[in-house]
C-alpha cells in the first residue's frame, strides 16, 4: 500500500449538488495532486497542490477548487456537479512538487452524479 | 495541448505469449511514467524513465524511452494470468509542475 488514503470511497450525489473529498497524502510528502478518471479512460490532471499553494491546473472548470492544509492533507471541492462529473477521484502524493518524483496514489472515490 | 497517445487499446493473449504496450506523445517529455490499474483498483507505479534511449528491466518487464524522449514501450515477456490489468504511461512536460499526461492505457486479458 501507498499510505495515502481517501474518503469516502463512494459516493452518490443529484446534479446541481457540491461535494468535498478528502485526501492524506504519505508521510513525508508535501504535494498532492487530483485527477479525474471516467471510466474507460486514464486519469485525467485536474490539479496539484505544493506546501498549501496551488501548482498547476488542468482544463477544469472553476468549479473544480481544492485546499491544502498545514498537515499536507488535502480537499476537492465540486460545485454545481453535473452527469459528466461520474468518475474515480484519484489523488497522488509525492514527496516534492519537482518533474521527476513519483506520484504514489490512493485507492480513489467513486463518485456517482444522478 | 499535449496529449499522450496509447496502443492497442485492448489486448488479449494466451498465458505464455508476449505483449507490448506502445506510447506516443505529441511533444518532447521531460519524463514518462508507467502504472498498472488492476480492475476496480487504482493505477500502481511501476518504473520511471527520464534518459533518452533508457531502457529498464523489472523481471519479465522491459521498458523503454524513445531516443526523440516521445515514445516509450513497455514489453512483457511470457505473460501470466497475475498480469491482468490496465497498463497506463503518464508523460511529464517539461514545465516542472509534476502534471502528469496518461495515455489512454491498453487492457490486458491473459487465458490461462
Known amino acids: 500500500e501507498t499510505g495515502v488514503t481517501q474518503s469516502p470511497t463512494h459516493l452518490i450525489k443529484t446534479r446541481g449538488q457540491q461535494v468535498t473529498l478528502r485526501c492524506s497524502s504519505q508521510?513525508?510528502?508535501?504535494?498532492v495532486s487530483w485527477y479525474q478518471q471516467a471510466l474507460g479512460q486514464g486519469p485525467q490532471f485536474i490539479f496539484q497542490y505544493y506546501r498549501e499553494e496551488e501548482n498547476g491546473r488542468g482544463n477544469f472548470p472553476p468549479r473544480f477548487s481544492g485546499l491544502q492544509f498545514p498537515n499536507y492533507s488535502s480537499e476537492l471541492n465540486v460545485n454545481a456537479l453535473e452527469l459528466d462529473d461520474s468518475a474515480l477521484y484519484l489523488c497522488?502524493?509525492?514527496?516534492?512538487?519537482?518533474?521527476?518524483?513519483?506520484?504514489?496514489f490512493g485507492p480513489g472515490t467513486r463518485l456517482t452524479v444522478l | 495541448g499535449q496529449q499522450v497517445m496509447q496502443i492497442p487499446q485492448y489486448q488479449h493473449v494466451q498465458e505464455g505469449e508476449d505483449f507490448t504496450t506502445y506510447c506516443n506523445s505529441s511533444?518532447?517529455?521531460?519524463?514518462i511514467q508507467w502504472y498498472k490499474q488492476r480492475p476496480g483498483g487504482h493505477p500502481v507505479f511501476l518504473i520511471q524513465?527520464?534518459?533518452?534511449?533508457e531502457v529498464k528491466k523489472q523481471k519479465r518487464l522491459t521498458f523503454q524511452f524513445g531516443e526523440a524522449k516521445k515514445n516509450s514501450s513497455l514489453h512483457i515477456t511470457a505473460t501470466q494470468t497475475t498480469d491482468v490489468g490496465t497498463y497506463f504511461c503518464?508523460?511529464?512536460?517539461?514545465?516542472?509542475?509534476?502534471?502528469?499526461?496518461f495515455g489512454q492505457g491498453t487492457t490486458l486479458q491473459v487465458k490461462p
Open positions: 511533444t518532447t517529455l521531460s519524463n
Open positions: 508521510s513525508g510528502h508535501n504535494t
Open positions: 497522488a502524493s509525492s514527496l516534492s512538487g519537482i518533474s521527476t518524483d513519483t506520484q504514489y
Open positions: 503518464a508523460g511529464r512536460d517539461s514545465s516542472n509542475t509534476g502534471k502528469l499526461i
Open positions: 524513465l527520464v534518459k533518452s534511449g
